[in-house]
């Protein structure tokens, strides 16, 4: 079974930056996907960023040119640096791993960790 800890959430002001980190208990190699969603209280999960095995990375349109996601291979750790934070990007933020093996998908989901932009 998979384990994912997210770490690094926390109250900024808008403009600010935070760096967001999910250690995985496995292989970072042995994922066909890597990434970060968020949900806003009273909305729907939404995927922000993903690594994809052959892919370019995948980033939601309202945080293109601010957020860039990152894997670490000797850590298995995936990173999400946030920067030009905005109120709007308030959310619980969860790390996200998939395989796939005989066409069978599995997802892993972190904890969350909270992201508060105050105005």
């Known amino acids: 079974q998979v384990q994912l800890v997210e770490s690094g959430g926390g109250l900024v002001q808008a403009g600010g930056s935070l ?8 292989s970072i190699f042995s994922f066909n996907a890597m990434g970060w969603y968020r949900q806003a ?13 052959g892919s370019s990375p995948y980033y939601v ?20 640096q946030m920067n030009s934070l905005k109120p709007e990007d308030t959310a619980v933020y969860y790390c996200n791993t998939v395989q796939v093996w005989n066409g069978r998908r599995s997802d892993y989901w972190g904890q969350g960790t ?5 105005s």
Not at 19 to 26: D, E, H, M
Not at 114 to 118: A, C, F
């Open 19 to 26: 760096r967001l980190s999910c250690a995985t208990s496995g």
């Open 41 to 53: 209280p009273g909305k729907q999960r939404e995927l922000v960023a993903q690594l994809s095995s």
């Open 61 to 80: 349109d309202s945080v293109k040119g601010r957020f860039t996601i990152s894997r670490d291979n000797a850590r298995n750790m995936i990173d999400l």
């Open 114 to 118: 909270q992201v508060t932009v105050s």
